[in-house]
C-alpha cells in the first residue's frame, strides 16, 4: 500500500478514542477517518467507509464484543486488517482473535512511539505482538506442541538470530538497535525468513520455530 491509510478506532473509552486519534493523526501517512465507542455502530458504518485500510479494535466493548466484530470485518472486508489493542493478556483470548483473523495483538501498555511502528508493520504485511502476548503464545504453543524434526530453510546465521528476536515480539527497529543493523535491514530480513518458513503471520511464525526447534 502507499499513500495515506485510513484507519478506524473502536474502543469504548473516551480518552482512549481521543489519545489513539491524537497520536495516529500525527503522523502525515495516517488518517483516522472515524472512532466508535462499540462494534454495532462501526458495523454499520463500514459499508459506507470507503477504503479502510485498518482497524484499532478493543476486545472489551459494550455489547458484541472485538472479537464477534473482527469475524464481521473480515467477512465485509477481506482486505481490512485489524489491530487488536486491550489489556487482556490471557491465552484464551490471545488465541480465539488470532484464529479469527487478527492481524496483530498488542497491549494498550504499548508505548506511543512503539504503537505507531506496529501499526506501520501491520499495513506493510507483518503482524505484531506484544511481548507479553508473544510469550503467552509461546507458552501455549509448548505446551500444546510435539517437536518435530528440524528442517533446513536455508536460513542464515544472521537470520537464525533474528528469528528469536521475532518471537519474543520486537519490533523491527528494535532488532535493528539490537544487531547492529539498519531498520529497512531488519524488516528485509524478516520478509525473507518469513518467505523461507512459509508463514504469514506471526502466530504461525511462533507455532513453526517452536515446533521444529528453530529458537
Not at 172 to 185: F, H, K, M, N
Amino acid at each position: 500500500m502507499t499513500g495515506v491509510y485510513r484507519i478506524a478506532i473502536v474502543d469504548d473509552e473516551v480518552e482512549v478514542r481521543e489519545g489513539l486519534r491524537y497520536l495516529v493523526d500525527l503522523r502525515e501517512n495516517f488518517t483516522v477517518v472515524e472512532v466508535f465507542a462499540d462494534a454495532e455502530s462501526f458495523l454499520k458504518r463500514l459499508p459506507f467507509l470507503s477504503r479502510l485500510d485498518l482497524v484499532l479494535m478493543d476486545i472489551g466493548l459494550p455489547g458484541m464484543d472485538g472479537i464477534e466484530a473482527l469475524r464481521e470485518v473480515k467477512k465485509q472486508s477481506a482486505t481490512t486488517r485489524v489491530l487488536i489493542l486491550t489489556v487482556f493478556e490471557d491465552e484464551a483470548r490471545i488465541l480465539t482473535a488470532i484464529r479469527n483473523g487478527a492481524d496483530g495483538y498488542l497491549l494498550k501498555t504499548t508505548k506511543p512511539e512503539s504503537l505507531v511502528e506496529q501499526i506501520h508493520e501491520v499495513i506493510n504485511g507483518l503482524s505484531p505482538l506484544s511481548p507479553a502476548v508473544a510469550s503467552r503464545l509461546i507458552e501455549q504453543v509448548r505446551k500444546t506442541s510435539d517437536p518435530a524434526s528440524p528442517t533446513d530453510y536455508g536460513l542464515t546465521p544472521r537470520e537464525r538470530e533474528i528469528i528469536g528476536d521475532v518471537a519474543s515480539g520486537m519490533t523491527y527497529r528494535e532488532i535493528a538497535g539490537a544487531r547492529g543493523i539498519a531498520a529497512s535491514t531488519a524488516k528485509k530480513h524478516i520478509l525473507h525468513i518469513y518467505q523461507k518458513l512459509d508463514v504469514s503471520t506471526r502466530a504461525e511464525f511462533v507455532r513453526k520455530v517452536i515446533d521444529e526447534d528453530l529458537i
